[in-house]
């Protein structure tokens, strides 16, 4: 196995890294001395042996662990997002209740984690949630799918604490199989990209759909269509006036399209990647570089 662990400039800079590859992410605060505490997720790409999604990856007296019992468990892969405004480090993850699994958040504060807050639960499994903290009131905003008699894209917004939360309301079209969404905010608007399986489930071909909240309502664009067979790992991007939105198209092969100063979305692009320390560490980085341009 080659363990990853993520101690990059643990004092100064945060560092996210997900494989694609099933993988561990073991989530921890580094207890700093007269100083903001910084989240760390390390990440085991797998050989041949099978490893948990919460697997302890590193052991120090300085780290405060999340989740520890989250592999025995059997809990979903985490989502992080951290607040230099506040420093505060939020995770939300598909829990196991033993029936199905719920959404919850747990945000690291005053030096512990808070107890996990069930954002979503009921009797269908609730999945993949991924994270965004709205830049102008601090608040935590959640989106997953549920895996239900029809998929469906939630979302849910939150206090900056996460003790707080509003009842999930539904992101995606009415009928539309919607799964695997992602979040960010650009110049004031909340945007949601996902895929959506009109040939039902994991049905070929999926289209990477971006969901844009204008007025409390959502307006919908349909980006490109993929035949990707596997999760296309979305991640949606805002840096200054630049937003952009990536996903796997193909083994091997990264797709992404960024929105124009005139509203409408350019041409696809495309990148090749080796494998998934060569995406994460350089592709991804490359194609910001190049989206913000």
């Known amino acids: 196995m080659n363990v990853h662990k993520v101690l990059e ?74 607040s230099r405004n506040t420093g505060r480090t939020a995770v939300a993850w598909a829990s196991n209740n033993g029936s199905d699994f719920d959404v919850v958040v747990s945000v690291f504060d005053n030096g512990s984690w808070s107890t996990p807050v069930i954002v979503a639960g009921g009797s269908f499994d609730q999945r993949d949630p991924q994270l965004a903290i709205d830049p102008a009131t601090g608040d935590l905003h959640v989106v997953f799918w549920e895996d239900g008699t029809t998929e469906r894209v939630f979302h849910a917004s939150g206090d900056p604490t996460g003790q707080a939360w509003s009842t999930p309301t539904v992101v995606s079209e009415p009928g539309d199989v919607a799964v695997r969404p992602s979040i960010a905010y650009h110049q004031g608007q909340q945007t949601i990209a996902y895929e959506s399986h009109n040939f039902g489930i994991e049905g070929l071909p999926k289209l990477i759909v971006v969901a844009t909240n204008v007025g409390g309502s959502y307006s919908y664009e349909m980006l490109v269509g993929t035949q990707r067979s596997g999760s296309c790992a979305i991640e949606v991007h805002s840096s200054n006036t630049t937003i952009w939105v990536e996903w796997i198209d193909a083994e091997g092969q990264i797709g992404w399209q960024r929105r124009s100063g005139s509203g409408s979305w350019e041409s696809t692009q495309f990148e090749s990647y080796s494998d998934a320390v060569d995406l994460e560490y350089h592709v991804r980085r490359r194609i910001q570089s190049t989206a913000t341009q």
């Open 9 to 82: 400039r643990l004092l100064g800079l945060v560092v996210l890294v997900f494989s694609l590859s099933t993988a561990s992410a073991d989530v921890a605060i580094v207890q700093s001395t007269g100083g903001p505490n910084y989240p760390i997720v390390s990440t085991i790409i797998e050989g041949t042996d099978p490893v948990g999604t919460w697997t302890r990856t590193i052991d120090s007296p300085y780290l405060v662990h999340l989740n520890q019992n989250g592999d025995a468990n059997g809990d979903g892969r985490p989502a992080v997002v951290h």
